[in-house]
């Protein structure tokens, strides 16, 4: 014991065993975590036996050690004096013969990993139950008015029935024929519309997961205002929109972000309702900021506002101006955090009259960067592959963002070559794939910019086939590494993506 | 206050017994006894079960609110000990562990016994010689003694 004696200051629990496996020296912190006596353990005449009989996967570790000549077990977890133990061994074979164990004691750890993990798990839930409650209020405030929705094709619906049931009143149905395909038709588009408002509705409800896809903002806008629509029935308030430019694409939950949308244009709605305001207007605008970074989306109404005391409360949760039964206060505490899930900002600004409130979204080349597999970028850095997909339609780059989504690529996205270029000076980019026909600038001249700017990053063109012929041409003048034909498959995305990387 | 601690506060004069009760642990809070702006405490751990790392860091920051005052730890048991030996902060300057457990054999009974030490009953890290109730005999120091008695060093 005593040439080990430097070991006894250690906090760590140490263990060293002769050649024979008798026990040579112990620390007290061995005898504490093992909850035994200097006695006890001078009966012992081998550590193995002694270990194995306390923890039930020692052998497998000692082993590995045995094997090695130096090994870490992973945890082992054993029962003490009915405590729940868990430890990590590191095991050393020395050329003396002697063999050092050295424990960590990681059941404090691991039980406070657990409980926390579990205490998460609960606060998860329960923020799924908030937004999923907030949901059905709204839902719950809009059935009545999307009743009256359903109703108008339904009437419709049935008054074509009866005129076909007149029709074949007729004993020369012949000359009916022509109208009953009318009333037929007719009969199919309210069906279909019916279909459309109660698709929404359920998709509204029951679409929780938290996938971001490129959206239109515009799409975003007009379907929160189909939503509310029904609410203005029979009064005066006029909704405009206003889009600066052309509407941006958002990398966004859609869902959610429609959410937050009827929640702020619903308020504005009661607001005007409650206070009678005279000539009420709601006012919807939308615009990217003049760097590119991000994307403005206010809702501004003409009424009472928002009074001084309340402007700081009103994010809060539970708290609300409306009267008993109509509001619940969650509506903007939930939209606030659905926002902030985006890396967003929703704040309500100044303003002369009414209130008035802004959505801050990143434009999608931000909003690319800090979607996808984190965990991932942030292990293996640079050594990920950033692919910038450029298309100006949102389906194929959603598509493409799924494909690769658990791959070993990283995705970007780009709606356009303006993007693209923005996105080229945000950050380092390993390939791109891009369509061939965009309306602003077409596949080969945005390559042709690429080049001309000395951006030699490979190219690979993504377009029907009837574009092969346009690649084979352009191939080596421009560098291109490859063609996706579409409709392609993900293998056959990822496939390509990988040949022209290892190329 | 965490369900798995309770603690009994008993004044008396300037002086506050304190017994603790229980499981010290991450979940465990000495809001009960703060702000008591007592001259004196006098804490007895007698009853506590089990003690973990979290739980001496949060007892360490209690001490920070109770700094200034004279400090008795009374009757420690061998788990407290075997934590204070390893987390330091549990015993600052001005506090005195007036008597604790240590564990003891008696290898006539094949007895395992802890027995209440006083701290001034220790010299140069020796355990000091007891006897067994039951056969009188000499017992057995039962741990490792320069490491069970390295507390005492803390606190100067």
Redesign the interface.
Known sequence: MESFEFL??L?EPVLIADQDESIAYF???F??LFKT???NLKKQTNIKEYLCGIIPEFNQFYAELEKSLQAVSPELTFILES?SCTIIVKGIKKNSGHTLLFFKDA??EKQ?NDKYRAQLDELKNTHAQIIQSDKLKVIGVMTANISHEINNPLTVAIGNCELIEFALENTDLNKEKENIQKFHENINHSLDRINKIISNMKEYLHKSEDKKEYCDAEVIIDRALSFTQPSLLGNPISIKVNMVGVSPILLVNQVKIEQVLVNLIQNAIDSLKDAHTNAPSITINCQGDAGGNFVHISVKDNGPGITPENRTKIFDTFFTTKDMGKGTGLGLSISNRIIESHQGKLELLDSYVGALFRITLPAIGIAGHMNGNWEKLITEGDKITRVLVVDNETNILNLCMNFLSDSDYHFLGATSPKEAFKELERASVDMIITDMKMPTLDGESFIRELRARKIMVPVLFMTSKDFVDKYKSLKNELGLKGIIIKPFTKDELVGAIGAAISE | MSDKLSINTRITGEEAHVELIGVID?DSTFDKVKNLKMNKFIFDFNKVS?I???GIRGWIKYLQEIEGAEIKYINCPQIII?QV??VHGFIRKGIGVETFFA?Y?CPNCDT?KKILLQNNEVFNFKAPIKQCNTCKMDL?F???E???F?FRSQGN
Request: charged share 25%; hydrophobic share 25%; aromatic share 12%.
């Open positions: 006894d200051d906090f620390n007290s912190s005898l504490t006596t200097p006695r405590y059941t404090v406070l | 991450e089990m973990n790392s979290c075997e030996n390893m564990p054999f395992e057995e039962d741990a490792i320069k490491q069970y390295s």
